[in-house]
């Protein structure tokens, strides 16, 4: 997230603060009707964690509400997938909008305005969330999301929710049957621990983005790794699960809730560091809290679902493998320079733009208004492709042509529409790998060359940006995901490929104001 817009969400949020601190007594205390079927939704995403780390941290100790909560008998895991680009803009437009494939990432750049699109960015999110909405209604109409990118008909803190009005933000705890005074007290009370909280998160993070310097010999992202590791661990996870208490004591028929600082910590330390799993802890705790509302409030009838967006796969940064950044290698294969690290001061090309987004990479030519296929790279640009088939830290190029593309892999072309070259693509799914690669080929805002950091099961997976976890490719850890569901919910979520299958099933089963018969549950 960028510093202007983090300062502004906070701002944003400490303008609701100073709101909900004064007494509220109006008809939305009253509470809500649930969906058409009468029953209610939570669903809780665990940003980035893969279900290998989730069942890792279950037996580590890390995650022990969890770990009771499917040993109770009441829930169980059930395997899923992220659909692609493994990233969570991607899987929330498919759950929310129904709309996969929908964004080629979380960063992508804009042919049309020559302007990089990025989805920390609230105007940029809106104005996609915008086109999202043309699609199909939102699943969450009718109720709210804590801190998600697209807000899916709520109203909400989403990040398209600020980009069309900050004062979306909410946080307004219910009424505790307290006096004004006692009421103020506790409420000051929170406040403070959570301003303690973040000052002791502050000193920790400052020591540690130190240490973490001093060991890789640069200080990239980590003062906005400091800056984003306050905002998720201390005010967005303390306003996502207050938040959702208060809404769940207001019976709001649907409740989306984010948990992102295992994301954003598994991007600069690894998702196996003890940090990141800390971070997982941390989220533990909140759903144990919004547990003991639910148990508070068992009339309401909860249909809770937790999951994950996405994994995050260990990397290795591709400049620390190659001695230079994709951009600035691309870049001098445009411009005929030499492609050797230390050869000559930087190049900057007017011909080719690179955006590293984590372990995959979009690739545009300048000057085009619609994307290049095969044909006319080889024709026009054969030393960008000569570079990316001889770059050993790139695993699989994609490009356009034929029925569905094709891949680039160690100097070979593959047919993505021919089942039998299909099988030759070095992934333990091999189809699967070429249905994400021909998804993301088929996005306009997709680059002329879609490059992936997988280069096979025995190979460590490339991050072509500066980051040592990494997600967006097809790496299994990455597309893996998982959804702990009520036991007797007997939807195939091991079956989903793209997460608009998810839309298709939530709205037809916690639907407003169409009917929903008990049944349609299972």
């Known amino acids: 997230m960028k510093s202007h817009d983090a300062f502004r969400w906070f701002r944003g949020f400490d303008n609701s603060m100073r709101t909900a601190l004064r007494p509220r007594f109006d008809h939305d205390r009253r509470r809500r009707a649930p969906c058409a079927g009468g029953r209610r939704l939570l669903l809780i995403q665990l940003d980035g964690v893969s279900r290998r780390r989730l069942e890792a941290a279950v037996r580590k100790g890390y995650a022990p509400f969890l770990g009771r909560l499917l040993d109770g008998g009441r829930f169980r895991i059930s395997g899923c997938r992220s659909g692609a680009p493994a990233s969570t803009p991607a899987f929330q437009a498919g759950l929310l909008y129904g709309v996969s494939p929908s964004v080629p990432g979380y960063l992508w750049w804009d042919r049309a305005s020559g302007r990089e699109f990025r989805m920390d960015s609230p105007v940029a999110v809106a104005a996609v969330e915008a086109g999202l909405a043309t699609h199909n209604p939102g699943l969450l109409e009718g109720g709210t999301t804590y801190p998600a990118i697209f807000g899916g008909g709520a109203r909400h803190c989403s990040i398209g929710g600020l980009g069309r009005d900050p004062s979306v933000i909410r946080y307004a705890p219910p009424r505790n049957g307290h006096g004004p005074v006692a ?11 959570l301003v303690g909280r ?36 201390c005010v967005f996870y303390e306003a996502a699960t207050s938040g959702v208490i208060a809404d769940i004591a207001l019976g709001t028929p649907k409740i989306y809730c984010d948990f992102l600082a295992y994301d954003e910590t598994a991007h600069r330390r690894g998702p196996g560091a003890g940090s990141s799993l800390l971070e997982l802890r941390a989220a533990d705790r909140a759903i144990a809290r919004i547990f003991a509302a639910l148990a508070s409030n068992p009339e309401l009838g909860y249909d809770v679902f937790i999951f994950s967006d ?13 001695g230079l950044s994709l951009s600035e290698l691309l870049a001098r294969a445009a411009e005929g320079a030499p492609l050797g690290a230390g050869d000559g001061p930087r190049v ?33 640009h054969q030393p960008l492709l000569d570079a990316v088939a001889g770059c050993d830290a790139i695993g699989v190029a994609g490009v356009r042509g034929g029925r569905r593309g ?36 088929s996005l306009a805002a997709s680059g002329d060359l879609v490059l992936l950091g997988w280069r096979g099961p025995d190979l460590e997976s490339v991050a072509f940006a500066w980051e040592f976890g990494s997600h967006g490719s097809v790496a299994p850890e990455e597309t893996n995901t998982f959804f702990i569901h009520p036991a007797d919910c007997d939807f195939r979520f091991e079956r989903v490929v793209r997460p608009d299958e998810l839309y298709r099933w939530f709205s037809r089963c916690y639907a407003s ?9 299972r």
């Open 348 to 380: 900057r090309s007017s011909r080719v733009v690179t955006v590293e987004a984590g372990d995959y990479a979009h690739v545009y030519i300048r000057g085009r208004p619609a994307p290049l296929d095969r044909e006319e790279l080889r024709r026009d």
């Open 310 to 322: 996405h994994g995050n796969v260990e990397v290795t940064p591709f400049e620390s493998l190659v």
């Open 406 to 441: 094709y891949a680039l892999v160690r100097g070979r072309t593959v047919d993505l529409a021919d089942d039998g070259e299909v099988a030759t693509l070095p992934h333990p799914e091999p189809r699967l790998l070429a249905t994400y690669l021909s998804d993301l080929l």
């Open 198 to 233: 973040m000052l002791g998160r502050l000193a920790r993070g400052v020591v540690d983005g130190a240490m973490w310097s001093a060991r890789c010999g640069r200080l990239l992202h980590e003062p906005t790794f400091l800056l984003n590791r306050v905002l998720c661990s």
């Open 513 to 521: 104001p169409a009917p929903c018969a008990p049944s349609d549950r």
């Open 183 to 193: 009421t103020e007290v506790r409420r000051s009370a929170a406040l403070t621990c």
